[in-house]
């Protein structure tokens, strides 16, 4: 069965960063697209990054170079690094893992980013 363990997230003032991570295991993870969504209250959950197992990042444009997601294949792990954190950055950031073809997907429970000073 395939588990996200999320890690990281917590409480910064704006322009700080955090380091947020996820293992995955219970399969083999290479035909799958890594990544990190988030969810604000009252909006829809949106892309944060993403990342191929051969390197390919796709970024949501409000990640304007603050953000850069990195993947251990090895490990089986994503990790999303954010700095120059915003308060609109503030949500719940959810680890997700999608098959490329088929579009399977898993997601993790959810981490807590709160940005406020």
């Known amino acids: 069965q395939v588990q996200l363990v999320e890690s990281g997230g917590g409480l910064v003032q704006p322009g700080g960063s955090l380091r947020l991570s996820c293992a995955a295991s219970?399969?083999?993870?290479?035909?799958?697209?890594m990544g990190w969504y988030r969810q604000a209250p009252g909006k829809q959950r949106e892309l944060v990054a993403s990342i191929t197992s051969g390197g390919s990042t796709d970024n949501a444009d409000f990640v304007q170079g603050r953000f850069t997601i990195s993947r251990d294949n090895a490990k089986n792990t994503v990790t999303l690094q954010m700095n120059s954190l915003k308060p609109e950055d503030t949500a719940v950031y959810y680890c997700n893992i999608r098959r490329i073809v088929g579009g399977a997907q898993y997601w993790g429970q959810g981490t807590q980013v709160t940005v406020s000073s």
């Open positions: 219970g399969g083999a993870f290479s035909a799958y697209v």
